[in-house]
């Protein structure tokens, strides 16, 4: 087939790499020139474990192309993608002009009966009114809706064996030609699930917020264990071997992070409050990981006393693992509360410092060595679990960090990677989130 995805960010990038990887020609567009620059010199605006040789591959096959606009023959193509951003509007709900603006496009350029496939997360309705501002076009084009799944950090694999492919269309000639093209990613069994377009467009939201929810309520728990003297760890695992609970996202941590959770939450309840449904939990969710954004910070104080003339280091500054997206970062947050104290941050990631220094646009010492970023700090807050953070040497952390008011260095363990008896037998405090033992104070 012949397609053409809009937006080349983490969902565009990897939908039409995986496209082209299947055996189509994939015209890749996005409006950021620089970007379809460097893809076209050769670079990767983004970091994805395995993105960049499947696009060198098929680039040199001559099935994959990037450009900023859709010169024939792609005004033939059989499927256009809209993969752009969705980002909140000050009130939260989802900012849907990138996507109107493409509509706009594929009705100006397409020259044959084509499918309009929504991959963006967008509000119920999104699709119908894009079908709407169809209406008029020189062909027939039909909007569905086949909402992203991927995980950045994951993303190849996601989109090779994804877990489910939601597609929501109205005609049997639309499921028919979706079943073709994502027949190849269900050899090992059916993955799709068909249904209408507003389910579809629902069923992503639903599944964004129950994730969430699932990591607020960790994280709440996380406290009321600081409270109490239990400890996260037990909980966790006594409430995951509920096979009606499972084990998975069940992680207390510093809160949820990234360019989907937060305002995917948000826009749900914004689409319950434009419906007059209350969406309580999806607000309680984001209540609660804002509160656990302060409760990270509390604990920091709580360990080294007045932050003002404190050093702090970060490690870990993309909101998970196996990305440099820093979008909503727990880092950004506690890198700006801390600097409200008072205190100097020094951090360090093995793929995003750059984006952090970018988006935080605050004074910070970024270290190329993760142990560099100890030097003459007070305390490390481990916000990211790299595998490359698993095993440190903490005789050589204790070395390279500071005593605070005659206290042994603060070590946080945001992600609760370490044993805490590895920590202290290193001569360093130890703390985890909802760990048993006292929160360290400051003399
Ligand atoms: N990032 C994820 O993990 C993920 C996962 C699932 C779903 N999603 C959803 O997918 C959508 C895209 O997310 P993303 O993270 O890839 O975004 P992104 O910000 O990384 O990329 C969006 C791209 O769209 C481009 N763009 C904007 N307007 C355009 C236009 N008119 N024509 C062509 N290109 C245009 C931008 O320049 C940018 O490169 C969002 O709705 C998001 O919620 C993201």
Redesign the pocket.
């Known amino acids: 087939m012949r397609l053409v995805t809009?937006?080349?960010?983490?969902?565009?990038l990897v939908t039409g790499t995986g496209l082209s990887e299947l055996g189509h020609e994939v015209l890749c567009?996005?409006?950021?020139a620089k970007?379809v620059a460097d893809l076209n010199n050769g670079a990767v605006p983004i970091y994805e474990p395995g993105l960049g040789d499947l696009i060198r591959r098929n680039e040199r096959s001559g099935r994959l192309i990037f450009a900023t606009d859709v010169p024939a023959p792609w005004d033939e193509s059989d499927m256009y993608f809209v993969?752009?951003?969705?980002p909140p509007t000050a009130e939260g709900a989802a900012d849907l002009t990138?996507v109107f603006?493409?509509a706009d496009?594929i009705k100006r350029i397409a020259k044959k009966p084509a499918l309009v496939v929504v991959?963006?997360?967008v509000p119920v309705g999104t699709c119908d009114a894009v079908q709407a501002r169809l209406a008029g076009s020189k062909v027939s084009l039909e909007v569905v809706s086949n909402?992203?799944?991927?995980?950045?950090g994951a993303a190849i694999e996601d989109f090779f064996r994804p877990d489910r492919i939601i597609l929501g269309a109205r005609s049997d000639a639309a499921r028919e030609a979706l079943r073709t093209l994502y027949s190849p990613l269900q050899l090992l069994g059916e993955r799709v699930v068909f249904t209408d377009p507003r389910s579809s467009e629902l069923i992503k939201y639903a599944s964004n917020t129950m994730l969430a929810l699932r990591i607020s309520f960790m994280n709440e728990l996380s406290q009321l264990c600081h409270a109490t003297n239990a400890d996260i760890h037990a909980v966790r695992m006594g409430m995951g071997a509920d096979s009606r609970i499972g084990r998975r996202f069940l992680y207390a941590g510093p809160g949820y992070g990234g360019?989907?959770f937060p305002?995917?939450v948000q826009a749900l309840s914004a689409l319950g409050r434009a419906h007059n449904v209350p969406m309580r939990l999806a607000e309680a969710a984001h209540e609660a990981n804002e509160a656990q954004g302060e409760f990270l910070a509390s604990l920091i104080e709580r360990g080294l006393g007045n932050l003002k003339g404190k050093t702090i280091a970060l490690w870990g500054l993309a909101f998970k693992p196996e990305t440099d997206d820093v979008r909503e970062s727990p880092a950004i947050k506690l890198a700006n509360r801390l600097l409200d104290k008072g205190a100097t941050i020094t951090g360090h990631d093995p793929e995003a410092a750059d984006n952090f220094e970018k988006m935080l646009g605050r004074p910070v010492r970024i270290t190329q060595k993760n142990y560099d970023a100890l030097d003459g700090a007070h305390a490390l807050i481990v916000l990211t679990e790299w595998r490359s953070y698993r095993a440190p040497n903490f005789a050589d952390i204790r070395a390279r960090l500071k005593d605070s008011d005659g206290s042994a260095p603060l070590v946080l363990d945001a992600r609760n990677i370490w044993r805490a008896s590895d920590v202290t037998k290193a001569g360093l405090r130890y703390q985890g989130i909802g760990v048993r033992g006292a929160v360290p104070t400051a003399p």
Do not use: N
């Not at 993969?83 to 969705?86: E, F, M, R, S």
């Open positions: 809009f937006g080349v960010g983490y969902v565009g567009v996005d409006v950021d970007k993969a752009v951003g969705t990138a603006a493409v496009a991959k963006s997360t909402p992203e799944f991927l995980k950045e360019s989907c305002k995917d």
